[in-house]
């Protein structure tokens, strides 16, 4: 069965700084990725996806996503976060031949920005 | 605007009173899924439909009913609540073909508590 692990369940860092959040997938086959983002009060909005080709994904927001077969990771990474950045990230998969039917979430990590 | 839109946002109410929550998707959208997101469980799948009276269980559908009959609406019903189904619902749709395929478009939440 497929599997997302999110190992980090908070992260905090200042405005400016570099972030990086965590994502490992198990899948037996070639996945679709995605990462989304959640502001509070609000619904889950999609910020990047990986389905083929380049490894490294450009998203919104500044967003981007490094997709690594060898280390089954997707790491979501951003330079310099903007304090409107805090809210909470989830990582999502399935497999090439799969529907939405078969997304698969990570637990998310909270993100908090200090100023 | 292509959205997402559920009702009602915020809801208490007591065990064993029948609730529904209404989905609603302008984009024409094959597939609609409702999720519950719980403190440290991530999103979790209740149910999930294809396409017009075509659903399905995801993985936590106990104590949940849905109903396709339009293409637009997937409403979920609670028959008689109980306090372990107090959560944050979504809703959420994607085609199924095209390049939007399998990427959710999220609803903004519907908050339930159950005393």
């Known amino acids: 069965a497929q599997s997302v692990t999110q190992p980090d369940i908070h992260i905090t860092v200042s405005e400016g700084a570099s972030l990086e959040l965590r994502c490992n997938y198990s899948y037996g086959a070639t996945p679709y990725l995605f990462w989304y983002v959640q502001s509070p009060g609000q619904g889950l909005q999609l910020l990047l996806k990986?389905?083929?080709?380049?490894?490294l994904v450009q998203g919104i927001k500044g967003f981007e996503a490094e997709f690594k077969r060898s280390q089954s990771s997707f790491n979501l990474r951003k330079p310099s976060v903007h304090w409107s950045d805090a809210a909470e990230y989830f990582c999502a998969v399935i497999g090439v031949t799969g529907t939405a039917s078969k997304l698969t979430f990570g637990t998310g990590t909270r993100l908090q920005v200090t100023l | 605007e292509a959205q997402v839109t559920q009702n009602p946002r915020y809801l208490i109410t007591v065990t064993g009173k029948k609730l529904t929550v209404t989905c609603s998707q302008n984009m024409n959208h094959e597939y609609m899924s409702w999720y519950r997101q719980d403190p440290g469980l991530g999103l979790r799948q209740i149910y999930y439909?294809?396409?017009?009276?075509?659903?399905d269980k995801g993985d936590v559908p106990e104590g949940y009913k849905v109903s396709r009959k339009e293409k637009r609406n997937f409403p979920l019903i609670l028959e008689s609540p109980s306090p372990n189904q107090t959560s944050l619902y979504f809703c959420?749709?994607?085609?199924?073909?095209?390049?939007?395929?399998?990427?959710?478009?999220f609803g903004a939440g519907s908050r339930l508590t159950v005393l």
């Open positions: 990986y389905f083929s080709g380049d490894t």
């Open positions: 959420a749709s994607s085609s199924l073909g095209g390049s939007g395929a399998n990427v959710l478009t």
């Open positions: 439909s294809m396409n017009v009276e075509v659903t």
